[in-house]
Nanobody, 115 residues
Framework: QLQASGGGLVQAGGSLRLSCVASRRTAAGMGWFRQAPGKVREFVAAIGWRGDILRYADPVKGRFTISRDNAKNKVYLQMNNLKPDDTAVYYC????????????WGQGTLVTVSS
């Protein structure tokens, strides 16, 4: 089971750090996805089990950084220079080698960026 947290309300240009904790040790890639109101869920970032493979969606490249701490069963998403278009519910998920999600989504966390 995955639990995301760290969302909130922030002004454009601000930063937030999201966390996701897994209920058990997970030797798998993990990723962040988001769903804005009225839109489909989309890929944001993914990281390999060893942290050596990083992928980002084009809209967040250079602004977001994904990382993980396997000792704590956690994955993080540092979000800088936030924009109103980043407003969404953010979810973490296990991902395969193509960064496609599988398994349960778990509870997301809402990020709201005001202009």
């Amino acid at each position: 089971q995955l639990q995301a947290s760290g969302g909130g309300l922030v002004q454009a240009g601000g930063s937030l750090r999201l966390s996701c904790v897994a209920s058990r040790r997970t030797a798998a890639g993990m990723g962040w996805f988001r769903q804005a109101p009225g839109k489909v869920r989309e890929f944001v970032a993914a990281i390999g089990w060893r942290g050596d493979i990083l992928r980002y969606a084009d809209p967040v490249k250079g602004r977001f950084t994904i990382s993980r701490d396997n000792a704590k069963n956690k994955v993080y998403l540092q979000m800088n220079n936030l924009k109103p278009d980043d407003t969404a519910v953010y979810y973490c998920a296990l991902v395969n080698s193509d960064s496609r999600p599988y398994g349960d989504w778990g509870q997301g966390t809402l990020v709201t960026v005001s202009s």
